[in-house]
């Protein structure tokens, strides 16, 4: 007498665990790398008005989380870089003086910035819930 098989994901580890989201085979590739280009577009918003002279470490934040994305297999650095852009935008949306930036759309750097990092902050947010999102499982049909 043989031993029964063992469940599907003992026998096959799961593929996608070993995959870097902006990676050719994974099936949320575009997601992944549109991640990225709302992280850098982010950062490009947040820098643009204040030169080389930041007045915080935004742009560098979320360089480093593109970066991060970019380059480390699985979830974890999107499980990261979602609600960290998700807490920005929403910081983005509540604080007066963001808002400002947006009202004057005549002050072009600061309105065009304010507009980028916004932009950037929702694809980021919502390219990352869709890496996250589990692949569905293809079924055949004859």
């Known amino acids: 007498m043989t031993a029964p098989p063992p469940p599907p994901d003992v026998a096959r580890p799961h593929r996608l665990r070993a995959l870097r ?5 994974h099936p ?3 997601a992944g790398i549109a991640t990225v280009a709302g992280l850098l577009a982010t950062a490009v918003g947040d820098a643009a008005p ?3 002279h930041w007045d915080g470490p935004g742009p560098a934040i979320f360089a480093a989380l593109a970066l991060l ?10 499980v990261l870089a979602v609600p960290v852009s998700a807490t920005f935008l929403y910081g983005a949306l509540t604080v007066p003086a963001s808002l ?7 002050a072009l750097l600061t309105f065009g910035s304010a507009v980028l990092q916004l932009l950037g902050l929702v694809v980021a947010v919502a390219a990352g819930i869709v890496v996250l999102c589990p692949a569905r499982a ?3 049909t004859a």
């Open 69 to 78: 994305v970019a380059i480390v297999p699985g979830r974890s650095a999107v």
């Open 21 to 25: 989201p902006v990676a050719r085979g």
């Open 50 to 52: 204040e030169g080389l």
């Open 28 to 30: 949320r590739r575009a």
């Open 138 to 140: 293809r079924t055949r």
């Open 100 to 106: 400002d930036r947006l009202a004057d759309p005549s």
